[in-house]
């Protein structure tokens, strides 16, 4: 492969990216929109990565993230090319946004509008009301400083870090989430309905930074949505966009390594598959597993071996059981439920530490049909149930075994909220962490990716463009800013922007 140079310009470079989750497909079409063929390598028979879709006996279940937050990231993919977001899909308003449910009865909506939030909270202890308004004007602070500022702008050296550890410092985000939330309010249910959310993106809210409390404000000011269809209409309209971009997909199209090799000024990535063998390309952005990125893909890379046997020993998040069941009539839900145990701290701890699987757990309930009856047949229900579970590295359960006996249990206790739920139940499976680590090659299983701790985020978070291997570039859960639905889309605006940067610099030279 040789250059080709016009006057100061060259012919654009040619990338792969690997893995169509959200922060893949974002980076493809900015990529592609910016003039740079590309070409999207997913290993799976459908786009999404984690956002894959089952299909069942005329029920549809998405896979994975079912919480549309900050749709502007999303609305700026199609309008940094000229198009509309509406024109392919309807995202519809969620409300509540969550219904929070205690073992002892209680119950709690969480809604966008924050007098009723104040008042649900002031009805409970009347200081409290007063605290969450100034827990509001805090997370507004944080959302402006961290998200609004810095959620797409990468950290690649230390004094990125200095140039804001100042505000950072004001804002006390060596605190955790939940030491923060307690300092606003003292009613135990508020605080943990104020706190749950870190658990959304892979963090426990005892250790979580305090940075992540921005998510209370992102959901006032942008609401929660949902695709009509499901998560996998929002995948489609995305993958679309991208085609009529004039991108690639290649679906059941795993990679098995990339090989590096020097080209007079440049670094090639030979991207070897089943299908086609090697084929070179001179930008390379990784939306895999992070550690399946270093160890496997660029396997043989010194620098690349040395970051793997790094990353093997940070701190990733926890897991998940998913259960998912369609039902053959309908239950009057909300969209979003939050179940919460007997416990809080110490079921978490339990589960992010290990060694061995909680006897109790708290569960998140996705009742999709609640928004969207056509993703069931008529008159009947389409869920998913999850329950947040040690890693394979923090406990060694055999899932095989474990899977049935834990997903009657779900059932059963679910039965409180779904009468006779397990009458009605006419298709189920579930997704184990055995399950994340074999078909999404998660290490250790983890559902997130490196946990969200203070220690590993910004600077101190995989950085979007690799240091040591020319060309490579990360976006996702792994990188800044971290995990959720805003936090890989927006890993992806600030990976590109690198990328931008780069090629204006090497059309000048």
């Known amino acids: 492969m040789t250059d080709t140079v016009s006057g100061a310009h060259r012919a654009p470079s040619r990338a792969a990216v690997i893995g169509s989750g959200f922060g893949g497909i974002a980076a493809a079409i900015r990529l592609q929109a910016m003039g740079v063929p590309t ?9 999404g990565g984690r956002a894959y879709v089952y299909k069942d006996q005329g029920f549809t279940f998405d896979a994975g993230p079912t919480v549309i937050t900050a749709p502007e990231c999303l609305e700026e993919l199609f309008t940094l090319s000229g198009r509309n977001l509406a024109d392919y899909v309807e995202l519809m308003p969620v409300t509540p946004f969550y219904r929070l449910l205690w073992d002892d ?3 709690f909506d969480y809604v966008g509008d924050s007098a009723v939030m104040r008042a649900q909270i002031g009805a409970r202890n009347a200081a409290d009301a007063r605290g969450y308004d100034d827990f509001l004007a805090y997370t507004k602070r944080v959302f402006q400083k961290g998200y609004t500022e810095l959620a797409a702008t990468p950290f690649l050296r230390f004094f990125d870090m200095v140039r804001v550890a100042p505000e950072l410092a004001r804002l006390r985000a060596d605190r955790s989430v939940y030491d923060t939330v307690a300092r606003f309010v003292q009613d135990p249910h508020v ?7 870190s658990l959304l993106v892979g963090g426990n809210p005892f250790d979580t930074s305090a940075i992540y409390t921005l998510i209370h404000y992102l959901e006032r000011q942008y609401g929660v949505w949902f695709p009509r269809g499901g998560t996998g209409a929002l995948v489609n309209a995305l993958v679309e966009l991208f085609e009529e971009l004039g991108g690639e997909l290649r679906l059941s199209s795993p990679v098995r390594a990339i090989r590096l090799e020097q080209h007079r000024d440049r670094t090639l990535h030979q991207v070897r598959t089943d299908a086609r063998g090697e084929e070179a390309f001179e930008l390379v952005v990784s939306n895999a597993d992070l550690h399946h990125t270093y160890s496997q893909l660029y396997s043989g890379v010194q620098s690349a071996e040395k970051t793997a046997s790094k990353l093997a020993r940070a701190d990733w998040s926890m897991s998940l059981f998913v259960l998912y069941f369609g039902t053959d ?3 009057d839900l909300a969209h979003h439920t939050v179940i919460f145990g007997p416990r809080y701290e ?6 992010f530490d290990g060694p061995s699987l909680p006897d ?4 998140y309930l996705h009742a999709p049909t609640v928004s969207d009856p056509s993703l069931a047949p008529p008159g009947c229900g389409s869920h998913y149930v999850l329950s947040p579970v040690p890693h394979l590295g923090k406990a060694n359960i055999d899932w095989a075994a474990e899977a049935p006996r834990y997903a009657k249990k779900i059932i059963h206790a679910l039965e409180r909220h779904m009468p006779d739920l397990g009458q009605h139940i006419v298709t ?6 055995v399950d994340f680590k074999s078909s999404l090659n998660a290490f250790n299983g983890s559902a997130f990716s490196i946990a969200p701790t203070l220690t590993q985020s910004a600077y101190f978070r995989p950085h979007n463009r ?3 291997i020319p060309g490579l570039y990360i976006v996702g859960a792994g990188t800044h800013p971290g995990a959720g639905l805003p936090g890989v889309i927006n890993s992806a605006k600030a990976t590109v922007s690198l990328i931008a940067e780069q090629l204006a610099k090497e059309a000048a030279a």
């Open 105 to 107: 009865g209680d119950r």
């Open 428 to 433: 189920q499976r579930w997704f184990t962490p």
């Open 39 to 47: 070409t999207l390598f997913e290993a799976r028979d459908k786009p």
């Open 360 to 363: 109790d757990f708290s569960l």
């Open 329 to 331: 009539i309908p239950y």
């Open 466 to 468: 690799d240091p040591k």
């Open 191 to 197: 605080r943990e309905a104020l706190s749950f959310h």
């Open 346 to 351: 110490s079921l978490l701890r339990e589960i």
